[in-house]
T-cell receptor, first 110, second 115 residues
Framework: LAKTTQPISMDSYEGQEVNITCSHN???????ITWYQQFPSQGPRFIIQ???TKVTNEVASLFIPADRKSSTLSLPRVSLSDTAVYYC???????????FGSGTKLNVKP | NAGVTQTPKFQVLKTGQSMTLQCAQD?????MSWYRQDPGMGLRLIHY???????DQGEVPNGYNVSRSTTEDFPLRLLSAAPSQTSVYFC??????????????FGPGTRLTVL
């Protein structure tokens, strides 16, 4: 398994930028890094994916250093509705490489 | 597009009973998978399929069977339910296995309780 390590939980306040870092020391050459968001009683939802450097979409940015052994999900100006669990996945060509782990529980306070 | 649909949403079984959790997708995705999520935990892969007629085991396959007779459907069968199978079950599908653009689309889940 391409295991990943993330903080168990984080607290933030509305309007702040939140950065969640994921470690994936055993990432393989062809692995992509994907982040998902999960609200209570719902299935995970795709947020962003990247291979190297920086990727940005309408909801988040993903920063990946040159050695690709970690990645950072950046959520700009969070709101209460961003309270959720965030999972970092690393995987390429094998289903059994996808490891969700326990994720990071983000709690956004007013 | 309905995306990934799962039925039922909730189910209560007695130990030893069998049942089938249904999963369907209308996105013409080749890759489908079943995960279980226990309270406060991440998702663990039960079984997956890389196309019609092709299935394989994930991390926690014991006590579950799958089949994939069509691209759209991927049912999960519990052979003889046990309390340890009390969990929330998610079905997912994806267009690709390897990146890029291999994101998985998840269904709403089935909450199963085994007494």
């Amino acid at each position: 398994l391409a295991k990943t390590t993330q903080p168990i939980s984080m607290d933030s306040y509305e309007g702040q930028e939140v950065n969640i870092t994921c470690s994936h020391n055993n990432i393989a050459t062809n692995d992509y890094i994907t982040w998902y968001q999960q609200f209570p009683s719902q299935g995970p939802r795709f947020i962003i994916q990247g291979y190297k450097t920086k990727v940005t979409n309408e909801v988040a940015s993903l920063f990946i250093p040159a050695d690709r052994k970690s990645s950072t999900l950046s959520l700009p100006r969070v709101s209460l509705s961003d309270t959720a669990v965030y999972y970092c996945l690393v995987g390429g060509d094998n289903f059994n490489k996808f490891y969700f782990g326990s994720g990071t529980k983000l709690n956004v306070k007013p | 597009n309905a995306g990934v649909t799962q039925t039922p949403k909730f189910q209560v079984l007695k130990t030893g009973q069998s049942m089938t959790l249904q999963c369907a997708q209308d996105m013409n995705h080749e890759y489908m998978s079943w995960y279980r999520q226990d309270p406060g935990m991440g998702l663990r892969l039960i079984h997956y399929s890389v196309g019609a007629g092709i299935t394989d085991q994930g991390e926690v396959p014991n006590g579950y069977n799958v089949s994939r007779s069509t691209t759209e459907d991927f049912p999960l069968r519990l052979l003889s339910a046990a309390p340890s199978q009390t969990s929330v079950y998610f079905c997912a599908s994806s267009l690709r296995l390897a990146g890029p653009d291999n994101e998985q689309f998840f269904g709403p889940g089935t909450r199963l309780t085994v007494l």
